[in-house]
């Protein structure tokens, strides 16, 4: 199992066949487990758990007791295969057709962590095994569930040893459509609110008698959608409100219902605070409750607030990696959805790098093999010129 590790297709296949869809770990820890403690990394597996949360298997793993200790997060975990009958290849299987690999997990992203731990591997192998500073994996089962006891306890369990984190790369799939297009240098705060709107339940053909909280709610959800919290920022995309769920607690169609709900969520940027975008959600209700005469509550949950990593050592190297090994100059963006970035950047300076996205929670998730092998290769540079800046630093 040594070998496999520095080879970051077989790594992925092997990923791939472990069937690790949130919480279940299924043996994929233990694939990388096996591939790093060979080269010396210190592997350590934590459960954490939580009330009404499953419990959840994380790994950390380091190689070297310097600093810096440049860290790479990512997660075994997938989302579910869908119908499998539609799969062109099984989700499961790691199988290889005309020079793709297809698998849940392949892009998302079993396949970058193959790739960064095949580059460290092969940097070790360079360096007399031994890193200018330190190597860490941080490695979650809960990036596509709850996110509670996953990277966000990783990182309160290092605090509490005393571990650092100097820079980390998220290998989340950042590329719309070519290995080395985007670097993800931030993204925009995620808050879910759940609207509830009371009424009076009554007979249809009695109006009069009942209070009907169907209508109010559109007018309050209504005004919650067409109100432009403001038109972006230099660094980010418009903050947008969308609502996802509309329901009552009815199912006939002659009574009134007794309340009804909304659920939205709202994707801020860096001109906004959790907070403030709390506060004019309950602004816009109760405008619009007023006009109609609406009783309503609101609560709001969400674990990611808006961050942003300026151009620097972590940035520049990056790019300079990504130039090197493609020819390309990536762009630097923070569009999309969230990440554990969310929780690692209150640590330490954090960007994301990784695969191609396009085909990512789909049926027939695939990555070309020149995909693993270009992004490896820039992972392995990233490396070497990380370290050998510390080095001169410290000089």
Aim: aromatic share 6%.
């Amino acid at each position: 199992m040594s070998q496999i590790g520095r080879d970051p297709v077989a790594l992925a296949q092997a990923l791939i066949r472990c069937p690790s869809v949130t919480p279940e770990e299924a043996g994929a820890l233990t694939v990388l487990a096996e591939a790093l403690e060979p080269a010396g990394f210190t592997v350590q597996r934590m459960i954490f758990s939580e009330v009404g949360t499953p419990d959840v298997e994380n790994l950390y793993a380091r190689i070297g007791t310097a600093g810096p200790n440049l860290c790479f997060a990512g997660h075994t975990d997938v989302v579910p295969p869908g119908d499998e009958a539609q799969w062109t290849l099984p989700p499961f299987g790691g199988e290889i057709r005309d020079g793709v690999l297809y698998g849940r997990g392949a892009v998302d992203m079993k396949g970058a962590i193959a790739c960064f731990v095949a580059a460290a591997l092969r940097y070790l192998d360079a360096h007399n095994g031994k890193p200018a500073g330190s190597i860490s994996l941080l490695i979650t089962g809960d990036e596509e569930g709850p996110s509670i006891n996953g990277t966000a306890k990783v990182l309160k369990w290092l605090e509490a040893r005393g571990e650092r984190l100097d820079a980390c790369v998220v290998g989340e799939p950042t590329n719309p459509h070519t290995v080395g297009e985007e670097i993800k240098i931030g993204r925009r705060g995620s808050l879910n609110g759940e609207l509830v709107v009371y009424g009076k339940q009554g007979h249809a053909a009695y109006p009069h008698l009942a209070d009907n909280p169907v209508p109010k709610l559109a007018r309050i959800i209504d005004r919650l959608s067409t109100t432009p919290l403001d038109e972006g920022t230099p660094d980010f995309e418009p903050s947008s409100l969308q609502v996802t769920v509309i329901s009552v607690p009815n199912t006939a169609t002659n009574v009134i219902p007794s309340e009804a709900r909304a659920k939205f969520n709202i994707r801020y940027n860096d001109l906004h605070r959790r907070p403030d975008i709390e506060a004019w959600v309950r602004q816009q209700c109760t405008a619009a409750a007023n006009e109609v005469g609406a009783r309503w509550s609101v609560s709001f949950s969400g674990t990611g607030d808006v961050f942003l990593t300026r151009p620097g050592p972590l940035v520049d190297t990056m790019v300079e990696a990504v130039r090197q090994v493609t020819g390309r100059e990536p762009r630097l963006t923070t569009g999309g959805g969230t990440s554990d970035a969310r929780f690692i950047q209150a640590y330490c300076p954090v960007i994301e790098f990784g695969l191609v996205n396009e085909t990512i929670h789909q049926v027939d998730e695939r990555v070309p093999l020149d995909d693993l092998h270009q992004l490896t290769a820039i992972y392995e540079r990233f490396l070497a010129e990380y370290f050998s800046k510390a080095v001169a630093n410290a000089s």
